[in-house]
């Protein structure tokens, strides 16, 4: 099948008719259809378009609530909860991310907790969010367990990603977007779809022997990312997201392909941090750019966190989003279902 | 040499002496030496009394300022900045959580960034004392390059440890403390010094070659842990310690055992996070109860972080922290120069 590019526009317009057929109210449709197609045009699309027919699966059977309006509970001057009432994940990330900044703006720093929610995508886009807003930011999330402890067997916690952004002085924010697991849920999937075997080292199965086989990778559990290291930050997406917020803890967090005897139910956490209390933006702009330009100067083929996002982003904002052409007949299925258009292709890209 | 023990209270009077003689005013020195200590207490020898006398040399050279009053800067409701004013970071780490437990108190979080600092023991001491005013903490610190960036060649950042803390029901604190770094300095400098061989991943040398010979350790570079994953991580020490702190980036941070051509200026973060804003306490220690609760039902041979540090603090607290005769050798030295009595040995624990 052949991958089509779109524009970002006509992308997120596509799936916010989606979803406002599937009873989103428009502006809650808008966010999350933006959220999903951001991570398609930063070149992660295992977190975009590519998982609207999970989403819209689960809405069908009543696990995902589109109509849900998220419940807001202030705590603090500094800190907020919000209850998404399983609403996407998305829009509840996008949320909590704007009301740590408001809070933030406030108080210098702010926190929101965010209970029974769903998988609330990359990370990333909640700093960039906060970023453009003049914020360092923190975006942490539960997910179904995958994971084992340190010199654990079974699984315990989800890959409970953890992200920092930092404003740039060319607004291309520094993102650190990592699984706390040594490998990403995605990256597994992949794997396991596409027949790539693992690296060593990475999975094992029930009675602790490593897993590099692709066709066991959906049964077998993931190390956390350096052992106990890896272990410890997952534990702090899971205290955070999960423990503090009230919502839903390890095995209460269901995952949204594999399990559908009840919502999701993930959390998350988010902080902002108000650069311009500690300095004029310009003086920190000046002093990321002496960091920055200490790691280039310092040999070897290094990268910043975010750098190869931000180049797909120029690449696809150029060229348009690319779309695999299975993706595009699944989401076309559902298109009609719905008496929604498919959006016209910028552009054929090439053959899958 | 024989290693003997003392107790907490011996030990730590014994460094408060040390320290009032060098000129360093008696409530801060009970508190230097209370950080210092409580390193020994919980089994982290290598950041206890051991590094008294480098910490010592600095002052007599001047680069440690024992008389520096820090001084306190108000940035908004939740954050604050300390410029430690090249004192002990021992204070100037107690004091950053002291005032971050401070703010959380009223807005829910607070936020502290610690300027010109020095060495600040492990972070893990901060964490504790965060939890036992009911705060979720962290704590993080940035020191002199010794890590190369990932897929970079020379040293461009600290160790930079990240540490978090959660409050526990029986007030061991569950303590995360990690060098971002696959190794800890500390560990590097234990391998060097007892000729045990390094393993294998961890260090380079100058043309990118594996490094495991224990001899060329102190000159070799570090590699963050788990690549990207700790150069993020250990990026986002030093953009909190370093770039927002005002205070230095990189290698403007000196080592304190080997340049002696200014002061450290090692930088701090502190985050406190009031729990109660949330719920009461009792029902967080159910909901951290449940959680530990499913990662001991799990299999394996696990441990939650900081589980080993509170063994050791019990066996030292019965039986006495212990002192290496060498480390207590050269602690002599100082003492009977500054006319300072050595603390009474509780028991001799046995021969080096």
């Not at 057929?21 to 992660?44: F, K, T």
């Not at 909860?81 to 990330?93: K, N, P, S, T």
């Not at 453009?132 to 989800?158: F, N, Q, T, W, Y």
């Amino acid at each position: 099948m052949t991958t089509a590019r779109y524009t970002q526009k006509d992308l997120a317009g596509f799936v916010t008719d989606v979803l406002v057929a599937l009873g989103n109210p428009v502006e809650m449709a808008r966010i999350n259809a933006d959220v999903l197609v951001w991570s398609d045009l930063v070149g992660r699309h295992n977190h975009g378009v590519i998982r609207l027919p999970a989403l819209v699966a689960r809405v069908r059977k009543g696990l995902i609530d589109l109509g849900a309006e998220p419940e807001l509970t202030a705590l603090s001057p500094g800190t907020e909860r919000i209850d998404a009432r399983h609403g996407l994940g998305q829009y509840a990330g996008h949320l909590g991310a704007a009301r740590a900044i408001a809070l933030a703006r406030d108080t210098g720093i702010g926190a929101v907790g965010v209970c029974n929610s769903n998988y609330y995508g990359i990370g990333a886009c909640y700093l960039h969010q906060m970023a453009l807003e003049g914020m360092i930011g923190v975006a942490l999330s539960s997910s179904a367990p995958k994971v084992a402890a340190h010199r654990g067997r079974d699984p315990v916690m989800g890959t409970n990603p953890l992200a920092f952004g930092v404003p740039m002085p060319d607004e291309r924010t520094l993102m650190v977007d990592m699984s706390t697991a040594g490998l990403a849920g995605s990256t597994v999937r992949e794997h396991a779809e596409k027949g790539w075997p693992l690296p060593e080292g990475f999975l094992i199965d029930k009675t602790g022997a490593p897993v590099t086989d692709p066709a066991l990778a959906s049964k077998a559990t993931l190390l956390p990312a350096a052992g106990a290291k890896g272990f410890g930050l997952g534990l702090m997406v899971e205290v955070l997201s999960g423990v503090l917020t009230g919502g839903a803890i390890s095995h209460q967090v269901l995952s949204i392909y594999n399990d559908f005897s009840g919502p999701a139910r993930s959390g998350h956490f988010f902080v902002a941090l108000d650069v311009r209390r500690w300095m004029p933006m310009e003086d920190f702009h000046d002093r990321m750019r002496f960091l920055t330009g200490v790691i280039a100067a310092a040999g070897g083929d290094t990268r910043l966190p975010g750098e190869s996002r931000w180049r797909a982003a120029e690449e696809n904002t150029r060229a348009g989003i690319p779309v695999a052409g299975d993706v595009m007949e699944r989401l076309r299925d559902h298109a009609s279902d719905l008496g929604v258009a498919l959006p016209p292709p910028r552009a054929v890209a090439g053959v899958d």
